[in-house]
């Protein structure tokens, strides 16, 4: 007797769970039975239509599943899949209903009762079979008694869904992220009911745990981690415990783990540019951000122009979006500037918080700071341009010295700092 056929005769003498879940017996039969292409997912119920569509949806999740967390390895359990006819909400059906139990020979099975509503939201479908999926891996090395596990964690499952779309997702929920009062604490994501959430507040789960999930892979062995604390042979039933098993570092310094979480948020909300900026780039932009808060250049300059605005409302929700950008052209700024990107944030957004003590002190000596940086970058850049146009091809220049009474027109030469140092020693006869 094949695994398929163990399992319905099993399954026909559990008519009742244990739980008392309502399934009815003519659901077990061969007629009304489908089984998935690898063999894991076993269909009851429904039309045959009903039931291939199903199982082809479980494949296509099982293959997202698997790669998100690089994990091919083989199925140990079955999972079974239970179309339960529309009069089981005469019995207070729940819309999905997930247990755990031993079919006698043929061993231990995950079934996942879905009622007809269930069925028919593809969200709450979706979740309830990658929440399977994600508990078979976790059951394979948990240590349960009593038929009493510990569910994979929410957020876990909320990325893995989320990462479907990873290509064409929304920069806006992300952007609306950074725009917000920042991540949301720790504890209270993790321990939220994500079961509870709809519309607006499930989008912004969804694109906070898909956010954490690629902060964390971005870790040494991050990915590796992710799937060690999903199959903790002893996981705690707190998540925010479960959380700290795998990464007691981040857990106990949470600003580092906002750092890294608000980080990959930013990449999602500006997918196609991900990559840090050049010096030049970064200095352009900050140049356009800056004079977009004085665009006619007033006499007065800039500070005194920022000032009036933090007197209004509308200045203020103005100071706000420039401090907005800020944040991002902070995430990919060049290392030199970075720091300096950083302290203009902090300045505008004080400004739009009406904190304007000090202001034109602060903003004064960020703007001297800028004026150094572009000089130094340009210097950078001339250096850099200098030193290739040395090379033609994959020839490389050759630099001979010159007979000490030979006077060139110096006005043809380069006059940055590295040509005049190298002028200077050849001049000596170094």
Do not use: C
């Not at 009903?50 to 999740?61: G, P, V």
């Not at 929440?131 to 078979?136: D, I, M, Q, V």
């Not at 991002?328 to 957004?349: I, K, M, N, Q, T």
């Amino acid at each position: 007797m094949n695994t398929a056929l163990r399992v319905a005769a099993a399954l026909t003498a559990l008519v009742l769970t244990a739980s008392g879940q309502m399934v009815a017996p003519d659901l077990f039969k061969p007629e009304n039975r489908t089984t998935s292409n690898s063999g894991q997912f076993i269909i009851f119920g429904g039309t045959r239509e009903d039931r291939s569509a199903l199982a082809r949806r479980a494949e296509e999740l099982k293959a997202i599943v698997a790669k998100e967390l690089r994990d091919q390895t083989a199925f140990t359990m079955p999972i079974l899949l239970v179309l339960t006819p529309g009069d089981g909400l005469r019995f207070r059906q729940r819309a999905i209903f997930l247990q755990v139990f031993d079919a006698g020979d043929a061993g231990r099975k995950l079934q996942v009762d879905i009622a007809p509503g269930a069925a028919a939201d593809k969200p709450v479908l979706d979740a309830a079979l990658v929440r399977a999926l994600l508990l078979e891996r976790s059951l394979r090395r948990q240590k349960f008694e009593g038929l009493r596990f510990v569910e994979p964690p929410d957020w876990l499952i909320a990325a893995i869904l989320a990462a479907r779309d990873r290509s064409a997702g929304s920069a806006q929920v992300y952007a609306a992220l950074l725009q917000g009062k920042g991540m949301p604490e720790v504890d209270r994501f993790l321990r939220q009911n994500a079961s509870a959430l709809r519309g607006k507040a499930a989008d912004l789960y969804a694109a906070q745990s898909l956010a954490l999930f690629d902060g964390l892979v971005e870790l040494p062995g991050g990915r590796q981690k992710i799937l060690e604390n999903l199959m903790l042979s002893e996981p705690d039933t707190d998540p925010v415990q479960r959380f700290a098993q795998s990464w007691p570092d981040l857990a106990v310094d949470q600003p580092k783990l906002a750092r890294l979480w608000a980080l990959a948020v930013a990449r999602f909300s500006s997918p196609s540019k991900t990559g840090f900026l050049s010096a030049e780039d970064t200095a352009a932009q900050l140049e356009r951000l800056l004079s977009g808060l004085d665009p006619d250049a007033s006499p007065d300059g800039p500070a005194f122009v920022m000032l009036e605005l933090a007197r209004t409302e509308e200045g203020r929700f103005k100071l706000a979006r420039a401090a907005e950008q800020a944040q991002r052209l902070g995430f990919r700024a060049h290392p030199l500037y970075a720091s300096l990107v950083g302290e203009y944030y902090s300045l505008l957004d004080d400004l739009a918080r009406k904190r304007r003590r000090g202001f034109e002190r602060k903003f004064a000596e960020a703007e001297d700071l800028r004026v150094s940086l572009d000089g130094r970058a340009r210097e950078m850049t001339d250096f850099l341009n200098w030193f290739q146009t040395g090379y033609e091809g994959e020839k490389p220049m050759v630099i001979t010295a010159r007979p000490s009474g030979d006077r060139e027109d110096r006005a043809t030469r380069r006059n940055d700092r590295i040509t005049r140092y190298l002028d200077s020693v050849e001049e000596r006869g170094w």
